[in-house]
């Protein structure tokens, strides 16, 4: 990323995330007990909580530490605990202040009151250990969700001729983010799924990695790479975060490791598809050059065979369309990931998440495998998604003649 663009990213990223702990700390602090010892309790948690990821960050990168993976987990499940408690509070607030102008609890607040008196509760408090109560239930099931993947199967019909093959079955992951938290052991049950849904072929569709090949080398991830099976080989394209760790690295790691990375290039497999892999967008933004349209990518190819797209933003899902692709297949956008991002998602693509089909090209864009900070998910089970697809040559009849 371009110094300013990070300046932008970074000044936008702390602004929010210090406003929302700032506010968060305030209204905790206002619901404890006049007592030293608990808001001194209170607030040292809260400030190591609150800074833990970006400790860790800065421990990963001098180099003071050797493990700051516990800090940086720590940091990460904060970053959805604290979203939770905001929403709740807001919405306290919210109820209050509008009361406040237009009275419409007048009579149940006066009914809590006298109840809170009879039990000697402490209406502040008893709103606070609530909202961490729901917060940490909500974190807690979002953990249990993000570790319980699935495999959703798609059936497809393209009306086209492939040659060598009446059927293709192909297995799609995205956004495993291999890194620090996302381990061996979690991509050992990743590739143990894979292999038992035989596939042709295996499609990786960006975010493979993290940010940097560091842990996954000492995870030997690279063996358990080359242990998946498939009858065509396993293809992949760069995500965003293959460009934040330095995308040649993240490439050669792949390549060594029997992973064919498609760089803005379109290949035929079998003689039977095409299949095409673009350069995902950030290479316009970490680097000098431009990534190729997709006509250029499929100029002189043979575009009369099934063609299939790997793009790992669903930003260009139109460019798939009007170059009559068969199949678009992306990831990135997490589904949102943590409830109510998805809403975000929602607006920002045309198909942010799911099966959808645009004239003759259908498209897919899955919610991802792993996760991206917080090992956390609130809009649904992470997926590996098993592509059952027929090929029919499309047939048309005139006057009972058969017209190819």
């Known amino acids: 990323m371009k110094g300013y663009q990070f300046a932008i990213f970074l000044t936008i990223f702390l602004t929010i995330f210090l406003t929302g702990n700032i506010y968060i700390f305030i209204r905790g602090w206002q619901a404890l007990p006049v007592n030293n010892g608990v808001r001194a309790v ?3 948690l809260f400030l190591f909580a609150a800074f833990s990821f970006i400790i860790g960050q800065f421990t990963r990168r001098s180099g003071l530490f050797e493990n700051d993976t516990t800090l940086t987990l720590i940091g990460s499940i904060w970053l959805a605990f604290i979203l939770y408690v905001l929403l709740i509070v807001i919405i306290i607030d919210l109820v209050r202040s509008m009361n406040f102008f237009f009275h419409f609890l007048p009579a149940r607040v006066v009914e809590t009151q ?3 008196s009879l039990l000697k509760l402490n209406i502040p408090l008893t709103l606070f250990i609530g909202t961490v109560f729901v917060a940490c239930s909500i974190v807690i099931i979002g953990i249990i969700t993000a570790s319980n ?4 199967k798609i059936d497809i019909k393209i009306d086209k001729k492939a040659n060598n093959i009446n059927s293709l079955n192909i297995a799609m992951a995205s956004d495993i983010h291999l890194g620090k938290i996302a381990g061996r052991k979690k991509f050992q049950s ?13 499609l990786l569709v960006g975010d493979f ?3 940097t090949i560091e842990p996954l080398i000492k995870d030997d991830i690279g063996s358990l790479i080359e242990s998946i099976h498939s009858k065509y080989g396993v293809y992949a394209v760069t995500g965003n975060h293959e460009y934040f760790g330095g995308v040649s690295k993240s490439v050669d790691f792949m390549t060594k490791h029997k992973i064919n990375v498609l760089l803005d290039e379109s290949i035929e497999i079998d003689q039977s598809f095409l299949l095409v892999g673009r350069e995902d967008i950030s290479l316009n933004r970490f680097t000098e050059r431009k990534r190729k349209t997709l006509a250029e990518l499929l100029n002189g190819k043979r575009t009369g065979l099934p063609v299939i797209v790997m793009d790992h933003q669903p930003s260009s899902i139109n460019e798939s369309v009007k170059n009559m692709a068969d199949l678009h297949l992306s990831g990135h956008t997490h589904n949102g990931q943590l409830w109510p991002i998805n809403y975000i998602t ?11 089909k645009i004239d003759n090209t259908n498209i897919y864009v899955t919610k991802g495998y792993g996760t991206w900070g ?11 998604v098993f592509l059952q697809i027929a090929f029919n040559e499309k047939k048309y009849y005139i006057d009972g003649t058969l017209i190819k």
Not at 347 to 352: D, G, I, K, P
Not at 374 to 384: D, W
């Open 114 to 116: 006298c109840i809170a």
């Open 149 to 152: 993947p699935t495999v959703k």
């Open 209 to 211: 990695i993290d940010r």
């Open 346 to 356: 929602n607006a920002l693509f045309e198909v942010s998440c799911g099966y959808a």
């Open 190 to 202: 990743f590739v143990d799924t894979i292999n038992s849904l035989d596939p042709d072929i295996v």
């Open 374 to 384: 917080p090992p956390i998910r609130t809009t649904g089970r992470p997926e590996i």
């Open 42 to 44: 209170y607030s040292a």
